[in-house]
């Protein structure tokens, strides 16, 4: 993919052959075009920043709005997608160029919005593939509290840094962190390493007192000031820590934030009946994210449906985990507002495309039925514009509806793992890996561009995050 002015075009098959030989232009003639070139290379910016882009013909875009194409996911052909002052100003065919705009070649990809994870542990990195053994409680007591409890800012700053980047590379330009690091220090080095990834983010903050005055101090200090942040408060909820709930609610009525909070992820926490503490507290409503929410009973998901509380999905970590499967279609049923989270450490990677065709599989094999919700189309809609509403942000991401912001992603289906096209709709979601992303856009800023990460050594990322990991073995 290219924008135009290019720096230089790339040289031809026929030079390549006679200028350099066969062999360095054997991965041409195997289908393997620049932008597979090794992850050390970092990308440059594609254009000025500020500047609008036009993605020029591109073979298939998912508006995610009915309203300006074809089916639920607004489907066009052949079309262009404009961004200007970071938002989307226009989607259609033979879309003209304003000045100053850089025209990108987007012929033969895929344009959709970008992915919304509404739910990730970014710190937890640093446990990738760790205690494959254990359930949720035995992966927390061996692999989490250790290394939670030993943590230092360049290492949160590492972990941190090393996952975003992962989920950007992987199509996510939204993200809410459910975190439980305390101390002052390391959460400003997290909200820095996550600022500086240029990913749109919720900083969900769990406060171990009942006390607003430290999630003010780093709503008011480090998360406001960045464009791209936004805050939630944090909570387990259940009957044992009863006040606390109540005071994380208040705190987040007093910030005017959701309250963010794991519900019955495993059956043994049945007892907690989180979903009653949420009710006695007054927290059930649209300001009130529940995440995994696999083991409620009929009237709970009926109470969570008709206050409108929004839920997260998580499959991949619940498979994991041996946690069970969420009744989706149940929430589906009751008009539940669901969208999908790659849950941090227990994903092991930012893989969205692996947690979409896990969504769907999982409901599947649950009911032994391919009929079953959700179908390709509806997982489309929960990676977008399903978990943007259920954030409370479809006002400003997950579609590419005029007047929102410019968060895109490119999709190059001109891959071993993806061609030939079939279905390319179904494709996205059951061969798409995320080295098809080719450009992801977050506010028109590109972050991803060809292939690569703009501005980003990720042999260093990488290099910064296996030695932090090295010394907090050293300090256990």
């Not at 992966?139 to 840094?161: D, I, M, N, Q």
């Amino acid at each position: 993919m290219q924008s135009t002015p290019a720096p230089r075009p790339a040289p031809s098959r026929r030079d390549l052959l006679t200028g350099v030989g066969l062999a360095a232009a054997a991965p041409l003639l195997l289908g393997v075009t620049a932008r597979s070139a090794p992850p050390d290379r970092p990308a440059h910016p594609p254009v000025p920043a500020g500047r609008a882009v036009l993605l020029r013909g591109a073979a298939l875009v998912l508006t995610l709005d009915p309203a300006l194409g074809a089916g639920p996911l607004g489907l066009l052909e052949n079309a262009d997608v404009l961004m200007r002052n970071a938002t989307i100003a226009a989607v259609g065919t033979g879309l003209q160029a304003p000045p100053d705009t850089s025209v990108v070649d987007a012929s033969g990809k895929l344009v959709m919005p970008g992915f919304v994870d509404t739910h990730t542990h970014l710190w937890q990195a640093a446990i990738r593939g760790g205690c494959t053994d254990g359930d949720l409680f035995d992966w927390l007591e061996r692999c989490t509290a250790p290394r939670r409890e030993r943590l230092t800012p360049a290492a949160v700053h590492s972990f941190v840094r090393l996952a975003a980047l992962d989920a950007v590379q992987s199509g996510v330009t939204t993200l809410v962190d459910w975190v439980d690091i305390f101390a002052y220090d390391l959460v400003e080095s997290y909200v820095r390493a996550l600022a500086g990834t240029g990913v749109r983010f919720t900083y969900a903050m769990f406060p171990p007192e009942p006390g607003a005055t430290l999630v003010a101090k780093v709503k008011k200090e480090l998360v406001d000031p960045v464009p791209l942040g936004s805050f939630q408060v944090a909570t387990h909820a259940a009957r044992a820590v009863k006040d606390l709930n109540r005071a994380h609610w208040e705190a987040a009525q007093d910030l005017g934030v959701m309250l963010n909070s794991h519900v019955l992820e495993r059956s043994d926490q049945r007892a907690d009946d989180p979903i009653g503490v949420l009710a006695d507290i007054g927290a059930l409503g649209p300001r009130l994210l529940i995440n995994h929410a696999i083991h409620l009973t009929d009237d709970e998901i009926a109470a969570v449906a008709d206050h409108d509380a929004r839920a997260a999905h998580c499959p991949l970590s619940n498979m994991r985990l041996a946690s069970g499967v969420m009744r989706l279609s149940e929430f589906r049923r009751r008009g539940v507002k669901v969208g999908l989270g790659l849950d941090g450490g227990t994903n092991d990677s930012s893989d969205f495309h692996a947690l979409m065709k896990t969504a769907i599989g999982l409901q599947r094999a649950r009911a032994t039925d391919a009929g079953v919700f959700p179908q390709v189309h509806d997982v489309l809609r929960m990676a977008t514009l399903g978990g943007a509403e259920a954030l409370g942000m479809a006002d400003r991401v997950g579609s590419l509806t005029p007047g929102k912001r410019a968060d895109v992603v490119v999709i190059d289906p001109a891959a071993l793992n993806f061609a030939p096209r079939f279905d390319w709709i179904g494709q996205i979601v059951f061969n798409g890996r995320p080295e098809n992303i080719d450009s992801v856009f977050v506010d028109g800023r590109a972050l991803k561009f060809g292939g690569r990460l703009v501005d980003i050594d990720t042999n260093r990322v990488v290099r910064e995050a296996e030695a932090a990991a090295a010394r907090l073995r050293v300090a256990g």
